[in-house]
């Protein structure tokens, strides 16, 4: 009684949420044994940082939410406590456990309906390593709530150079306006898009904008009190992210708005939520960018080449290892390689095995002369047999029963097979590249270019509708344009508004400017062929060109359009329509007179023309002409209408 | 105005050497103006003009032009000269708002009528415009001195002078009175002068490659030695090229005049560094050794050459043959020390990674400059392994380097080598671990000047630079103008005693320290 | 059984210290005492012998969980040699070392193995403590006091980042002189920023001036005065990073170099090198060169050391609240305070 009272006396406990499980399938086949959040990183279980990070913070709360592997988890936190770690002085962990739920959002409603939370509180994803001052950020968040009541949460970010390592895939792209509110939000990943669809309405409603592209996700957010009903009421909000989808395109439904912070200077955030993830975080654990978070000394050694090994583990000299991180009592053998690999506890490597870009769970023994190399996780318990090579796959000790597909490698190793439609990159599926789970340096750097070049590409198909113009169009283009044109001449239309009409049947029919060229000037010629030829036939040929000479002008302007436009020529006068005989060279000399067709690229087509047709014949004289008359000047204005 | 503006796209120049533009524009002129646009977009003329008319500097007129004009100039000449106008006329409805008495009015019409005067006088001259040339900071250099110069206007129609003579200079001073350092005084002078300088900023004389140099120099986008001697250089031979001939003065000497003006301003904008002095000097010794008797042209050719020639011998040629003595002192397994960012290191570390030899480099850096991150980011690219750390870190790291190596902005004739500010620092705390330290200089950069400390002749750095971190975070000393006694100082060099320094490498041997008057006395009796 | 709980007060430290809770070293001296007392007042000793167990087992703790920590471990040292006093003094047994006389004349009964229980031990080392403590809080003003002594008119001093001791010195000197000071900003972690605007604040004429420009500032400096984070046994510094440099630029131009200090600052250990782990910490990259860099960071090597060590012949003299004394003076000063026998532990 008299601890209630105290209770409510006493002033608001700081309080944190972390989830303990991703639930996804990032970390199969380790994550089937040893829960995310024990998951080792610089030999110290993940959850330890995290823990020590939040007595840093200030926090004095926290519930930590398992789903699976919770007896583990529940273990291992009363080990701590019993060992009096740092984060047990200041700080008490509560152990949610909840077998049912299958998601973040899951999560978060049970926590609601328990109703443990009270006011402000962190939410932490899994696997967060950090060193960020949460006391003042929750501060900040508090004043902001004063200014805007329906502020729901603050997104910490954190700034990041493109290229770095560690933000391929935590890529957010964000705008902002002036007082940090957050108006779009895209969480890039790992898509290489070159194409960002803003609203229009976000320019339109503010007048100031911060468009940011230099952030990654830290995974820590403050929330207020308004998130977790938020979750309750909204079921299919099952990440941050639908969240954050969620409340930014029903803003008066929904009455939250998020705000950003950004983390600068030697402020660190970030979680080990890929493989990826997991390699960056642990090089920048180990050359102190997370300070004070860091290697335990006691406990690990630091040797050159930026490897650390735990205690008890021991390396003969013949043995090269870099950048790597091996776990307690592991035992290598001779003439073993090691390079950017993650060797956990327990494990037995025998000699002239070949380890890189790799990741070898504890207990694990791999005989000689393996190789396993880009990116292949091998799980607990698993043995190898003499000689396996293993690139990029995933291996398990046991046989997987829940339907998936294997390769039986061992008595104790079985390969899993990755199903095709992984990670749904629609665009990096085209390109038949998945990126590897661990960042490989050489093949990673060309892979990004060659990813810039077909993406380019690829984003194109995708968007397009613009497949190469389907013939029916073009014909459809085709008897349209003479249609308008037909219908200008007789009605003595502008032609301006030909034009235009001619430009929006080609945005319909989605033409290409050449096509567009071509069909125009072979439109033209049509259909003064289908005047009555007789004594008229010139004038009106001519009445005819001269009443369309804007719409030539404005289609004919430079070298590819007059190769076009003699192409149209080539085709009309090849169709088989009879015309007479000068024809060609009429339209030839008024084109040319007209300066719609340039002397030099008559004679280039000419040249190119295939010499056994007729229409040769008939192009033949003018052709000539055109290379005797050096002067403009010359005077066979030779009307062919005498003719 | 607006159809005027339109006509003049494609005008061409009358035969009195005004456009059609200008001369509407001084008939306008003559009349009252009665234009109702507001003079908001304060342009570089205007500002030149006010200052000019205000602080009475005589123009001198000059016929020929340095520069073409550009039409985008002459058309904003016009639109400068109504929107003075208009500022005189604002200023002068302030003084009436003000109620000042009669004296200031007086004062003010002085004024405009001056303003008037030299409206026309340069209407006759053609004059250069960099308006459309200058980069984007030289505006914003431009506005801020506007700023500080409407300040003074304003302060001046509140002051019940008579004279329209500014003393901007007073104010200025008594601001900064108070946060200057005794120790280095005397080059604070400098600084207070060139805030003036900048204002009167654009001679009409000059050629627009040197105003841009110029505006480049002071904020700071050209760095090192070499390159402000490049740039220089360059700028000299398009100030060649565009030179016409004077009909009353011979060509070189012509040039001569015209180079020691634009000189001048250069150095307002930023003191001389000592190759550019000896490059200069260099050139116009050769200027006087030219033949009278050739062309114009082809004087422009041999002056054009006798500049390449020098790029080419004492800068790149130079660079290589000490890159080349170096590169055998580079061994495989080096760990080589290097401070802030010199061409020259940079030339010689590339190259010897590219000859294939083993070595990793440890870039130490400086505030507030910072300009060992450029090094390290070049040095990255090419693919050697570096260190990147601050100079407080020296001690920490230099157990573990082999050699030192350090590029100089000068070597003095006492042996003692000028550089940037920290190089001393380095090559102290090398000797302390007994580690090599080597300074790599081309002999055009040795001066005859003798210094033994770093205060009798150095150069101020911008004092707000220090006080925010490297990410721009403001730090405690923020508010340092509001408080006293409280100055950040910021040299820019220093000098390094010959004892700290192991050898000098340059083009003609690798020499102590001491050996730099035997190289000046030769190179001295190589010319003569 | 004994550990658990036993050891629960010097974790707190531990932590308190790692999160930055107490962050100078006066608070951790006097922290430490108080934890002492603590331990001292109401954990169940009988003899001498128990007592200064328990005290080592917390030494060691805090050596093996903050290597570079040096004030707690003092002050637990001087706390041991007090113990050891006022038993010798309470069993009225001479100690060691008394007189070549004693040496030779003593026999196998008078060596002291602290193991009797006195009833008065309890009192007089509480007695004692509390005169350490007086002497701890006063030991700042004691320091400043003297600094008349040292800062004449007209000087121009030299300090480097923000030592508090260093702060109150300048301030009571500027109380009846007239003198500048040169503050270089110690960059990463720009201290020297916040003291040159408290000086300022005092009517002190200050100039701040980057790492770099020290050489060049050196040769117009009368004396360079700072603070230290340890003083190690052979007279050495265990100084913020950039202190080596200044001391040596003074070296070169015979500028005295003063360095004020506490008594829980001196500690019995020597340092083998500078980056040993035991004797340097490399904070975060970032002060260096932020995240924003980009693509370079996977390629580069970053320190931010946060020590520095100066060999004892930069020193030129140690002022600590009984005065002034000259480096290699040092080991006596340690004799006097800590017992030989806790020299290494």
């Given amino acids: ?643 | 105005m607006e159809k005027a503006k339109k006509e003049n796209k494609n005008e061409k120049v009358g035969p009195d050497g005004l456009t059609k533009k200008e001369r509407r524009a001084l008939k306008l002129s003559a009349r009252p103006p009665q234009d109702n646009r507001s003079a908001t977009e304060p342009t570089q003329n205007s500002l030149e003009k006010t200052q000019v008319n205000k602080l009475g500097n005589t123009i001198t007129e000059i016929q020929n032009t340095i520069a073409a004009i550009s039409m985008d100039s002459s058309k904003s000449l016009s639109e400068k000269e109504q929107r003075r106008l208009e500022w005189a006329k604002k200023l002068e409805e302030q003084n009436k708002e003000k109620g000042v008495d009669k004296n200031v009015s007086k004062a003010e019409l002085k004024a405009k009528r001056r303003e008037m005067q030299e409206a026309q006088r340069q209407l006759k001259t053609e004059h250069s415009k960099p308006v459309t040339k200058t980069p984007s900071t030289e505006k914003k250099d431009v506005e801020k001195k506007l700023e500080t110069i409407q300040k003074h206007d304003t302060k001046k129609v509140d002051m019940k002078k008579e004279e329209t003579k500014i003393s901007p200079k007073k104010d200025i001073k008594k601001i900064i009175q108070p946060h200057k350092v005794q120790l280095v005084q005397h080059l604070y002078n400098e600084e207070i002068l060139k805030l003036e300088a900048n204002a009167v900023i654009v001679h009409q004389d000059i050629h627009p490659a040197f105003i841009k140099l110029g505006v480049q120099y002071g904020n700071k986008v050209v760095l090192g030695s070499n390159a402000r001697c490049l740039a220089l250089l360059a700028a000299l031979k398009s100030l060649i090229n565009d030179l016409k001939s004077h009909p009353k003065q011979e060509f070189c000497r012509y040039l001569e005049t015209v180079l020691q003006v634009s000189a001048n301003y250069l150095y307002t904008c930023r003191p001389f560094a000592v190759s550019m002095t000896n490059a200069l000097r260099y050139f116009k010794l050769q200027l006087t050794q030219i033949d009278t008797n050739l062309k114009d042209s082809e004087k422009k050719a041999k002056l054009q050459d006798i500049i390449d020639t020098y790029i080419d011998d004492d800068i790149n040629k130079a660079g290589d043959a000490i890159s080349m003595k170096v590169r055998e002192k580079i061994s495989n397994g080096d760990v080589i020390l290097t401070y802030g960012c010199s061409s020259l290191i940079r030339k010689i570390l590339l190259e010897a990674h590219n000859d294939g030899k083993k070595f990793q480099v440890i870039v130490v850096d400086g505030r507030p400059l910072l300009e060992g991150k450029e090094l390290l980011r070049r040095l990255v690219v090419a693919g050697i392994k570096c260190t990147y750390v601050l100079i407080n870190a020296l001690s920490y790291v230099m157990n573990s380097v082999t050699k030192v190596v350090l590029g100089a902005h000068a070597l003095l004739t006492n042996g003692y080598v000028m550089s940037r500010i920290g190089t001393a620092q380095v090559a102290l705390v090398a000797r302390e671990y007994n580690k090599p330290v080597l300074v790599c200089c081309e002999t055009y950069k040795f001066s005859e000047r003798v210094q033994t400390d770093s205060f009798v002749y150095n150069e101020l750095g911008n004092p707000d630079a220090l006080s925010v971190t490297h990410i721009n975070i403001p730090t405690a000393l923020k508010k340092w103008k509001d408080v006293a006694k409280l100055t950040p100082l910021s040299l820019l060099y220093d000098v390094t005693p010959p004892d700290l320094v192991t050898a000098v490498v340059t083009e003609i041997a690798i020499l102590p320290c001491t050996s730099v008057p035997v190289v000046l006395r030769i190179n001295a009796s190589d010319t003569t | 059984m004994l550990d658990q709980e036993n050891l629960s007060d010097v974790s707190n430290l531990v932590s308190d210290i790692k999160h930055k809770k107490i962050y100078n070293s006066f608070d951790v001296a006097l922290k430490t005492e108080d934890l002492l007392e603590k331990l001292i007042l109401q954990r169940q000793w009988k003899s001498a012998r128990e007592l200064m167990k328990l005290v080592k087992s917390r030494i060691k703790f805090i050596r093996d969980d903050l290597p570079t920590e040096a004030t707690a471990t003092n002050v637990m040292r001087h706390i041991l040699k007090i113990i050891r006093e006022e038993y010798e003094s309470a069993s009225k047994k001479k100690g060691e070392g008394q007189s070549l006389h004693q040496l030779v004349t003593s026999n196998s009964s008078d060596i002291l193995d602290y193991s009797e229980s006195l009833s008065s031990l309890r009192s007089s080392i509480l007695d004692h403590l509390g005169e350490y403590k007086v002497e701890i809080e006063s030991s700042c003003d004691n320091i400043a006091a003297q600094a008349s002594e040292h800062i004449h008119m007209d000087e121009m001093i030299m300090t480097v980042g923000k030592s508090h001791t260093v702060e109150k010195f300048l301030k009571c000197a500027a109380k009846d002189r007239n003198f500048k000071v040169v503050v270089v900003e110690g960059a990463p972690f720009y201290y020297g920023h916040s003291l040159a605007a408290s000086l300022a604040k005092s009517n002190i004429q200050t100039t701040v001036i980057p790492d770099s420009a020290v050489f060049a500032m050196m040769s117009r400096v009368n004396k360079v005065i700072i603070g230290t984070h340890t003083v190690l046994a052979n007279g050495g510094l265990r100084a913020s990073s950039g202190i080596h440099a200044v001391a040596l630029a003074a070296k070169q131009f015979s500028v005295p170099v003063v360095v004020l200090s506490h008594m829980y600052k001196f500690t019995p250990l020597y340092v083998v090198s500078n980056n040993h782990e035991a004797f340097n910490i490399c904070a975060s990259p970032a002060d260096v060169i932020p995240q924003s860099a980009g693509k370079i960071l996977n390629d580069i090597e970053v320190y931010n050391p946060i020590f520095d060590y100066v060999p004892p012949e930069l020193v030129t003299l140690f002022i600590s609240h009984q005065g002034g004394n000259a480096p290699s003076y040092v080991y006596r000063l340690l004799s006097e305070l800590y017992h030989q026998d806790d020299y290494d532990m």
């Fill in chain 1, 1 to 643: 009684m008299s601890n209630k009272s105290e209770i409510i006396r006493k002033e608001k406990v700081v309080q944190s949420i972390v989830i303990a499980d991703t639930f996804t399938d990032e970390f199969v086949p380790i994550s089937d044994n040893i829960p995310h959040a024990l998951l080792p990183i610089l030999n110290k279980p993940l959850v330890d940082y995290t823990l020590e990070f939040l007595s840093l913070g200030g926090i004095e709360e926290v519930f930590l939410f398992c789903s699976v592997h919770s007896d583990e988890i529940k273990q291992h936190v009363d080990k701590c406590i019993k060992n009096g770690d740092g984060w047990t002085l200041t700080m008490k962990v509560n152990v949610t456990v909840s077998e049912s739920c299958q998601s973040f959002g899951d999560c978060l409603r049970d926590l609601d309906a328990r109703g443990l939370l009270r006011g402000e509180f962190v939410l932490l994803e899994p696997g967060v390593l950090s060193n960020v001052p949460l006391l003042s950020l929750l501060e900040k968040h508090s004043e902001i709530v004063k200014a805007d009541k329906y502020a729901a949460m603050t997104l910490i970010l954190q700034e990041s150079g493109i290229g770095h390592r560690g933000r391929g895939l935590e890529d957010i792209l964000l705008a902002t306006d002036s007082l940090n509110r957050v108006l779009f939000y895209k969480n890039l990943g790992s898509r290489k898009t070159k194409k960002i669809e803003f609203p229009m309405d976000i320019f339109l409603e503010n007048s100031s904008i911060s468009i940011l592209h230099n952030l990654k996700d830290s995974h820590i957010s403050i929330c207020s009190s308004s998130v977790l009903p938020l979750f309750s009421d909204n079921f299919d909000f099952q990440t941050k992210d639908d969240l954050i989808r969620g409340l930014l395109m029903n803003e008066e439904i929904l009455e939250g708005t998020i705000y950003a912070h950004v983390l600068q200077g030697s402020l660190f955030g970030g979680a080990v939520s890929s493989w990826r993830m997991y390699q960056s975080l642990s090089q920048e654990l180990m050359k102190k960018w997370i300070h004070p978070l860091t290697v335990t000394r006691n406990k690990n050694r630091v040797l050159k080449n930026n490897v650390v090994i735990g205690a008890g583990t021991t390396i003969p000299n013949s043995a090269k290892i870099s950048r790597s991180i091996l776990g307690a009592s592991v035992s290598i053998g001779h003439n073993v390689t090691v390079e950017d690999s993650f060797i956990f506890s327990d494990t037995k490597i025998q000699d002239d095995v070949v380890i890189t870009h790799s990741v070898i769970a504890s207990n694990c023994t791999i005989k000689s002369d393996s190789k396993i190399s880009l990116g292949s996780i091998i799980g607990t318990n698993t043995v190898l047999e003499n000689g396996t090579v293993i690139e990029n796959a995933l291996v398990q000790s046991k046989q997987p029963d829940n339907g998936d597909e294997y390769v039986k490698l061992g008595n104790k190793a079985f390969e899993l097979k990755v199903s095709s439609d992984d990670d749904g990159d629609s665009v990096l599926s085209t390109t038949s590249k998945k990126p590897y789970r661990l960042h490989i340096t050489d093949i990673e750097s060309d892979d990004e270019e060659d990813d810039d070049s077909d993406g380019f590409s690829d984003s194109e198909e995708e968007l397009s509708y613009t497949q190469s113009p389907v013939p029916d169009d073009t014909k459809l283009f085709f008897s349209e344009v003479i249609d308008s044109l037909t219908r200008g001449f007789d009605d003595n239309l502008l032609c301006d508004n030909l034009i235009l009409e001619i430009n929006s049947s080609r945005y319909a029919y989605n033409v290409t400017v050449k096509e567009v060229n071509f069909n125009v000037v072979k439109a033209i010629l049509s259909m003064s062929l289908r005047e009555p030829i007789g004594v008229q036939y010139f004038s009106h040929l001519s009445r005819l060109l001269s009443y369309f000479s804007p719409v030539l002008k404005n289609y004919i302007r430079n070298e590819a359009a007059m190769l076009d436009c003699l192409q149209a020529l080539e085709d009309v006068a090849t169709s088989g329509e009879s015309f007479k005989e000068k024809w060609v060279i009429a339209i030839l000399q008024h084109m040319y007179n007209k300066d719609y067709l340039a002397e030099d690229i008559i004679l280039e087509w000419y040249r190119n023309l295939d010499t056994d047709g007729k229409f040769v014949e008939h192009v033949k004289p003018f052709a000539d002409w055109l290379q005797e008359a050096e002067e403009a000047s010359s005077d066979d204005e030779d009307d062919d209408d005498s003719d």
